[in-house]
Every structure is written in C-alpha cells, then in structure tokens.
C-alpha cells in the first residue's frame, strides 16, 4: 500500500523534566536541526509547539509529531492542563552529567500522571540528553542505563525505552525523534487492527506481546540508540 499521497497521522509529543536539562534546546533541533551558540530559553521563544512530518515502516507513513516545550513553565510548576492534554508521547528528559535530574524523574512522572489520570494511550520515553559530557558522566558506562533499568523501570513502569542523545552535537536527536514517530505509528495501526479483530482471542494476545516488546523492562536498552554512549 501506497501512503506517500495519504494525511499524516498526527500526535501530540511534550517535552518533561527539570529546568536546565536541554528540553528547549531538543525542541529547537526539531524545530530547525540546528541550536544557535546563545540558545534562547523557551520564554524567548516566539513559539513553543512545532510539528514535523515523519516517513516510517517500510511504506514510509507520514507521521507528523506536534512536538510542545514547557516554556520554562517547570521553573515555577505552573505547568497548565492544556499543556498535557491529548498527549500520545511524554520524553521525560534529563541530564546525563547531573543526577539528580535523573532521579527527579520519577516526580515528572507522578506530575503526568496527576495532570492525565485517565490517559492509558500515552507512551513514555526516558530520554538523556548531553551525551557530550562524557567526561563529566557519572560512570558513564553502566549507572546511567543501570539506574534508568532497575530503579526508574520500576518506578514509572510505563516507560517504554531510554536514548542517551546530545543536542548540542545532534548526536542521536533525529534518530530518537523517528523512533518516537515509528512507535506511535505501530501503536496506531495496531489499535485499529484490534479494534477490527475483537472477535479473534488470538489477535488480542499477538497485540500484547507486540505492545510489550517495547517496554523497558524487557531490556530494550541497546546499541541501535536506545542506550549508550556512543553517538550515531
């Protein structure tokens, strides 16, 4: 089947995490592929939501992901319902060189949950931003994907994979986006089957197994970009 001509599917992607992790400075490779040397914080910006089209599968689907920033909103926890409605992908983001803003992750989480408590479609990814901090990485070989595994995974049990990118040097940012995009769609079209094959038991088992394949707990953690160090 031909999708080259057909309307994107789209879906609404938000930015969360602690301020200073680098959310705007991902946002403005989304936006532009590139981040000025002085980038602006999401206060400056003339806009904080952009969207994007994205070809996936082997079809090549369109996808358009709206992709939305805090605007700083994170500072003063002010933080409004519109921000989290309708909401298909979180990226709980944090700092690769700061630890703490990995283990406030499990907060963000507990704050999207509050501001979506009926929302059971929305997928969360874990995502490590400046990977070109190496140096400054604490154990940069295990405790970073170690804790994200053992103690975020069973904390935010809905997070479904974990990207260590850099937007500073655009090391692995496309790539995480695209996953995203190819995630939702397979969620997307998946959705529609079952919904077409609710009398086939067997169907719906083969949709879990599909869904679950994703999860982090069941160590989608590997050197494609889904973890580690190196970039793409």
Same mark, same amino acid.
């Given at each position: 089947m031909q999708y080259r001509d057909a309307r994107p599917v789209q879906f609404k992607v938000i930015l969360l995490g602690e301020a200073g992790v680098g959310k705007t400075s991902l946002f403005q490779r989304f936006r532009s592929r590139h981040i000025p040397s002085t980038p602006k914080s999401a206060l400056m910006l003339d806009c904080y939501q952009y969207s994007r089209q994205f070809a996936v599968g082997p079809d090549s689907c369109p996808v358009q992901l709206d992709l939305w920033d805090t605007a700083n909103m994170e500072r003063v926890r002010s933080?409004?319902? =519109?921000?989290?409605?309708?909401?298909a992908a979180t990226l709980l983001v944090y700092d690769? %060189?700061?630890?703490?803003?990995? *283990?406030?992750?499990?907060?963000?989480?507990? &704050?999207? =949950?509050?501001? !979506?408590?009926? =929302?059971?479609?929305? *997928?969360?990814?874990?995502?490590?931003?400046k990977s070109d901090l190496e140096a400054l990485q604490?154990?940069?070989?295990? !405790? !970073?994907?170690?804790? %994200?595994?053992?103690?975020?995974g069973k904390q935010c049990k809905d997070v479904i994979s974990v990207f260590e990118v850099s937007a500073k040097e655009d090391?692995?940012? &496309?790539?995480?986006?695209? @996953?995203v995009a190819e995630h939702l769609w397979q969620c997307h079209t998946a959705g529609a089957r079952k919904g077409s *094959?609710?009398?086939?038991? %067997?169907?719906? &088992?083969? &949709?879990? @197994?599909?869904?679950s394949s994703f999860r982090l707990e069941d160590n989608q953690l590997d050197s494609s970009g889904t973890s580690g160090k190196g970039c793409c």
């Open positions: 933080l409004t319902e =519109s921000y989290f409605r309708e909401t690769i %060189a700061d630890s703490v803003s990995l *283990k406030r992750i499990p907060y963000w989480q507990q &704050e999207l =949950s509050y501001h !979506t408590p009926d =929302s059971t479609t929305n *997928k969360i990814f874990l995502i490590g931003n604490y154990d940069c070989d295990h !405790t !970073t994907v170690s804790y %994200a595994k053992e103690v975020i090391c692995c940012v &496309e790539r995480m986006f695209h @996953a *094959k609710r009398s086939n038991p %067997a169907s719906d &088992e083969d &949709e879990k @197994a599909q869904d």
